[in-house]
């Protein structure tokens, strides 16, 4: 998803801002419970890039949030 259609999202209130756990972001991410190691193992295995890419935002099982 766009910067662009994301800020909408906030902007007309759909969500309750950039750290929503709905949002497909760091904060939102850390906000759903997954922990800073999760989030950095996700990164190496799919790696980071400014280019746009195509895949799964989120495979099944490559992040694990923390268990309460």
Avoid: N
């Avoid at 909408?8 to 922990?35: F, Q």
């Avoid at 935002?57 to 992040?63: E, I, N, Q, S, W």
């Amino acid at each position: 998803m766009s910067k662009r259609k994301l800020r909408l999202l906030v902007e007309k209130g759909y969500v309750s801002g950039w750290d929503d756990p709905r949002m497909p972001t760091i904060s939102g991410l850390r906000r759903r419970g997954y922990t800073p190691e999760a989030i950095r193992d996700f990164c190496d295995r799919i790696g980071v890039a400014k280019s746009k890419q195509h895949g799964r935002y989120c495979p099944t099982g490559t992040l694990h949030s923390r268990r309460s």
